[in-house]
């Protein structure tokens, strides 16, 4: 059995399985829990399909295991594991009525997201299909790129989760933090720095499966495409919520870059300068 055929195969149980549990637990974030595990699974199913020992797949495997690594860690310790819903699931059932939504959480939540989650590893196929193609210095630049933006986004997501450690901290003493939403360090450059590490190192991924197949464009970039589509709606219902939460957050808007990091605009604003770098 090829190896396509074996992720669709998984990709259909694994489906199963975040449907089932929505509606027996009532908790639509399933697909969330499986998000930083399942294209792991997927990547060594195309190693342990190849019929030799590849470098270029071993390592992306590699590197897509270790961007599965960061994520979960991360995931896990904001709760992720222990049966904590993302809050934008709730804000959507409020907006449907009951049979809106389940038939949202089949389609979208369920089918499509695990949908990108079998394209956006499909580089792999790219490799496993060329595996007479040695592996040069550009393959090696490629690799060295991913570990770097997956260093830029443990670094966003750090200075997120202790920024809200600390204005937890803040609440916790009876006051009223200074600045109610991160925008220091990373994210004094990009409103959503870690959207811009995590979709790179896709695009990664596919530049490397590309290389092997020695195609600029190929079927495997609607991967990269779709998720980059995903993050795109994802960040502006995001923003929406956080508008809604934080009137002062339009002129975060105004003066900092949605996701590629660049430099702040000047504009006046009603933010102290001081509280920008500070809780």
């Known amino acids: 059995m090829n190896p396509l055929s074996i992720v669709a195969i998984l990709a259909g149980l694994f489906s199963l399985y ?9 908790d639509t974030s399933q697909v969330d829990r499986l998000w930083s595990v399942v294209p792991v699974v997927y990547m060594w ?3 342990l399909s190849a019929h030799q020992s590849h470098r270029r797949l071993l390592v992306m495997a590699v590197l897509v295991t270790a961007w599965g690594v960061r994520l979960t860690f991360n995931f896990a310790r904001k709760g ?3 049966g904590v819903e993302d809050y934008r699931w709730a804000v959507l059932r409020a907006r449907m009525n009951k049979w809106q939504f389940q038939l949202f959480n089949f389609f979208f939540i369920v089918i499509y997201q695990n949908f990108i989650l079998v394209i956006i590893t499909l580089p792999a196929l790219m490799a496993y299909e060329n595996q007479g193609v040695k592996v040069s210095t550009a393959d090696a630049f490629l690799a060295l790129l991913f570990i770097l933006l997956l260093v830029g986004e443990f670094i966003a997501d750090q200075q997120q989760w202790d920024f809200h450690q600390a204005k937890k901290e803040i609440v916790r003493s009876g006051k009223m933090p200074r600045v109610r939403f991160l925008q220091a360090g990373a994210f004094k450059y990009s409103r959503h720095p870690n959207y811009f590490f995590e979709l790179a190192q896709w695009w990664v991924i596919y530049v490397i499966g590309a290389h092997a197949a020695s195609k600029v464009v190929a079927l495997p970039i609607v991967g990269a495409v779709l998720l980059t589509l995903l993050f795109v709606g994802s960040t502006r219902f995001t923003e929406q919520i956080s508008l809604g939460k934080y009137p002062e957050y339009v002129e975060y808007q105004r003066r900092t870059s949605a996701v590629i990091p660049w430099v702040q605009k000047v ?3 009603n933010i102290p300068v001081e509280a ?4």
């Open 267 to 269: 504009r006046g604003s």
């Open 80 to 82: 992720g594991y222990s």
């Open 276 to 279: 920008v770098d500070a809780i």
């Open 18 to 26: 975040a449907w089932v549990a929505s509606l027996i637990t009532g």
């Open 45 to 47: 199913v195309y190693v």
